[in-house]
């Protein structure tokens, strides 16, 4: 995988040329404060707020003490930093959208932060919103600084023009989702995107489903994108109708989901495995789904809700975190 690979699959790159394809967005340039705030490690405060309702007179005079104590002159006030005409922009592009988006970087989601948002969704109505979600987010702070981070090539980075996307709000159902693999300009695999769940549907529809896929590919995709080797993402709805929703790089870099890197980049174990009364052709991409409820696993995003002490601890992954939790567990026992 190269740079100009990555560079390609940046939402502004594609958009324009399958825009009749996917759901409507808006493409704002990133100011560099913006970025700046972003990714600024100091305290979470949201910027973008409306000015909060004006606050009652206290009910009593513990409250009154309480209200006195916070405003204690050495107590440290934080304030967010404001970007009146970043937000005025943002928030013309929501209401242009219907007044809910869903938004993302250049290339990612902050799909591992939804379980912060008040309504614990990706759902965003103001910049505020769309902060909070940022800034709680490895995701874009992955898009912010390891955007090259996979590549092969000894060339120096190219200077990025960060971009936030804001895409109209549909509801989309999980098991309607679909990841798409494509090496030399052949679909050759097709993964369940929520492979965490089982649903009944697709085990029932896979071929009329895997059919759809490539009738989708062969007429729109093969051929038209910048790159022979590609990664993208489809949402098949009730009537039947694909829907494009996003590209990624062939490569480590994007999750393959119920395949493996190995077996997408040497070709093994990628035969369709439909029955020959399908009447599939013979290059059928491999389809694969989550046959059954005792292969349903956790949220790969639950982790992202914990401490990464904690998940490192738990895992194992992490040896010398683990021998100093011991060590201080035995001379907490000593001292006992």
């Not at 309504?119 to 902060?131: E, G, R, W």
Request: aromatic share 12%; glycine share 4%; with cysteine.
């Amino acid at each position: 995988m190269k740079k100009e690979h990555v560079l390609h699959c940046q939402f502004s790159a594609w958009y324009p040329l399958f825009r009749s394809l996917t759901i409507k967005s808006v493409i704002l340039p990133l100011p560099q404060n913006v970025k700046d705030y972003l990714l600024d490690d100091g305290t979470l405060v949201v910027s973008g707020r409306e000015d909060p309702p004006a606050r009652s007179q206290p009910d009593s005079d513990d409250e009154a003490e309480e209200i006195q104590w916070s405003d204690d002159e050495n107590t440290a006030t934080l304030t967010a930093p404001e970007f009146p005409e970043f937000t005025t922009k943002v928030q013309e592009a929501i209401n242009s959208l219907g007044g809910s988006v869903f938004p993302k970087l250049n290339w990612s989601a902050p799909r591992d932060a939804y379980w912060i948002a008040m309504n614990s969704s990706l759902k965003c109505k103001t910049l505020s919103d769309i902060f909070l979600l940022f800034k709680s987010s490895d995701f874009i702070t992955r898009d912010f600084t390891q955007p090259f981070i996979h590549c092969t090539d000894d060339s120096p980075d190219p200077c990025m023009e960060y971009e936030l996307v804001l895409r109209k709000w549909c509801e989309l159902i999980p098991g309607a989702e679909f990841r798409c693999f494509v090496k030399e300009n052949k679909l050759i695999g097709i993964s369940q995107r929520d492979y965490t769940q089982y649903y009944d549907h697709i085990s029932k529809q896979k071929e009329e489903i895997c059919r759809c896929i490539q009738d989708f590919f062969r007429k729109h995709i093969q051929y038209k994108f910048l790159d022979e080797d590609f990664v993208f993402d489809i949402y098949r709805d009730s009537r039947g109708k694909v829907w494009l929703i996003d590209f990624n790089p062939f490569g480590e870099v994007t999750d393959s989901l119920l395949f493996t890197w190995d077996e997408l980049l040497s070709g093994t174990n990628l035969k369709g495995d439909f029955s020959e009364g399908e009447a599939l052709e013979q290059d059928a991409p491999a389809f694969r789904c989550t046959n059954s409820e005792v292969t349903v696993q956790p949220s790969p995003y639950l982790s992202y809700r914990l401490p990464k002490d904690f998940v490192d601890l738990s895992t194992g992954e992490d040896a010398h975190k683990l021998i100093d939790f011991l060590k201080l567990k035995r001379s907490q026992q000593e001292d006992d």
